[in-house]
């Protein structure tokens, strides 16, 4: 049970590449707006799966694209990640 404890503290890793995790979340948020503004099922759904696919890219850690550099204020550069929490 302290384990469990520990690792619910501890969160989901972070991603040092974040190019996709911004990518569906701006889609994630979009197409929640647009389904909150037709009522659209299909639009609440598209927020669904944008959302899982933000989540997983950044417990995956994806690397970012070779076009990502051209974009900095989408991804931003890896960190340092430090040995100590």
């Not at 989901?12 to 707006?33: G, L, M, W």
């Not at 950044?58 to 550099?69: C, D, G, I, L, Y």
Request: charge should be positive; avoid cysteine; glycine fraction near 4%.
């Amino acid at each position: 049970m302290l384990n469990l404890l520990k690792m619910w503290n501890r969160g989901a890793p972070r991603a040092s590449e974040s190019f996709y995790r911004n990518v569906f979340a701006i889609a994630t948020f979009t197409s929640f707006a647009a389904a909150l503004a037709t009522d659209s099922p299909a639009g609440f759904m598209a927020a669904l799966a944008f959302g899982a696919l933000s989540r997983t890219a950044a417990r995956k850690n994806w690397k970012n694209p070779a076009f990502a550099a051209r974009l900095p204020w989408l991804a931003r550069p890896p960190r340092e990640e430090s040995g100590t929490r």
